[in-house]
């Protein structure tokens, strides 16, 4: 059993910032990759930001230079800095995990249950 707990959504103005973090707790031997995606009103979810153990980070292109992706080992957490926020950043906000239960377990994905943001005109 895995626990993804997010927070830091709201509503903020345009050329704000807010900063989202999703803690992952339960039966978890290793985390592979955490990442952000997001999904708008009446369009598919799509990837915002993922970092890997080894440092990995990728970001979509429309959200690269002003959100930060980072990570706390120690804690199992990923973060997601977002500044200069634009009314196209609106959506629901989901956290992901890619990890395994035991050291030779197969690899397991889980989602949270998605945190609202809104950036106001």
């Known amino acids: 059993q895995v626990q993804l707990v997010e927070s830091g959504g709201g509503l903020v103005q345009a050329g704000g910032s807010l900063r989202l973090s999703c803690a992952a707790s339960?039966?978890?031997?290793?985390?592979?990759?955490m990442g952000w995606y997001r999904q708008a009103p009446g369009k598919q979810r799509e990837l915002v930001a993922t970092?890997?153990?080894?440092?990995?980070?990728n970001y979509a292109d429309s959200v690269a230079g002003r959100f930060t992706i980072s990570r706390d080992y120690a804690k199992n957490t990923v973060y997601l800095q977002m500044n200069s926020l634009k009314p196209d950043d609106t959506g629901v906000y989901f956290c992901?995990?890619?990890?395994?239960?035991?050291?030779?377990?197969?690899?397991?994905?889980?989602w949270g249950q998605g945190i609202q943001v809104t950036v106001s005109s």
């Open positions: 992901n995990v890619d990890f395994r239960a035991t050291r030779i377990g197969a690899k397991r994905s889980y």
């Open positions: 339960g039966i978890i031997f290793s985390i592979d990759a």
């Open positions: 970092i890997t153990r080894p440092g990995s980070i």
